[in-house]
């Protein structure tokens, strides 16, 4: 069970695993929809690791949680719907 190990390690091992995660996107453009694809791209076990770290308990809340890392704006149109695409 390596990502439930990931998962309990002490806070600042996973302060530093979830901002290695979260490099994923440096290079993506700003916008949602580039954001939203490049999110599609995470590995299952770096979005469970983030769902786990920030409590979340959907994808698209996820997304929205990530998305201001970046100053990526989400538009309130997709804000209950599960994918932006």
């Given at each position: 069970?390596?990502?439930?190990?990931?998962i309990?390690?002490?806070k600042?091992?996973?302060?530093?695993?979830?901002?290695?995660?979260?490099?994923?996107?440096?290079?993506?453009?700003?916008?949602?929809?580039?954001?939203?694809?490049?999110?599609?791209?995470?590995?299952?076990?770096?979005?469970?690791?983030?769902r786990?770290?920030?409590?979340?308990?959907?994808?698209?809340?996820?997304f929205?949680?990530?998305?201001?890392?970046?100053?990526?704006r989400?538009?309130?149109?997709?804000?209950s719907?599960?994918?932006?695409?």
């Amino acid at each position: 069970m390596k990502i439930e190990a990931a998962i309990i390690r002490p806070k600042f091992e996973r302060q530093r695993s979830a901002c290695a995660i979260l490099n994923f996107f440096a290079d993506t453009p700003k916008s949602e929809l580039a954001f939203w694809r490049r999110f599609e791209e995470l590995s299952p076990q770096d979005a469970i690791f983030l769902r786990a770290f920030y409590g979340t308990t959907s994808r698209w809340q996820l997304f929205e949680r990530i998305c201001p890392f970046w100053t990526v704006r989400i538009s309130r149109t997709n804000a209950s719907a599960e994918n932006p695409g």
